[in-house]
């Protein structure tokens, strides 16, 4: 079999794929809304305190993206996962409104550009199933994911940070990367490992995740 032959093969989406994806989303629509809800009550202190520190609560709004590519392994998981996640979110009845639905697109684009360049970005002779899931791409992911939030708050019309000074946006969206590589990346790394590790994840190539190096 040709290495073009496995590539396309190992990067087309099966009905298992698209299902177990979908699961994950509307698994993370309902996290969306309990984090919503907890952030609501979080973020006051914060906002006493010094209102960007908020920045620091919101990777509980990326743990789809992340969590589905890892999974998944396949291109488009990142963004499919963390918008099908706002929708559900939306339908639950978010504070937030449909922004959502934008805001959900764009940190599931910040993920999946990581996953572009650090994972399957590699020279194409070494072929998907080659590619490498491990830790430091899951924080790097999270870290995009974490940027794109921040920017979409602190800049689009709808940001709630859109009138902060520019110090103060910055300082924001730093901490949103943070937040998005500990919880989203961190976390979402580390029950792949304990999903895998149960058997649950053995029609995937994330299957062996639990035994898959840290960093190598």
Known sequence: MSTTTVKKTSSSWRVVDIVVAA????TGGIIFWVWSQMAGVISAPMNALYPPLTGLISGGWMIPAILGMLIIRKPGAAVFCETVAATGELMFGSQYG????????????GAELVFLLFVYGRPSVRGFLHQKYNLVAALLAGVGAGVFCGLND???PWGWNIAYPAGDKLVYIIFCAISGAVIAGGLSWIATRGLAGTGVLSSFASRKAATEAMVR
């Open 98 to 109: 449909a922004t959502v639905l934008f805001s959900g697109f764009l940190q599931g684009l």
């Open 23 to 26: 699961l994950i989303a509307v």
């Open 154 to 156: 602190s800049f689009l």
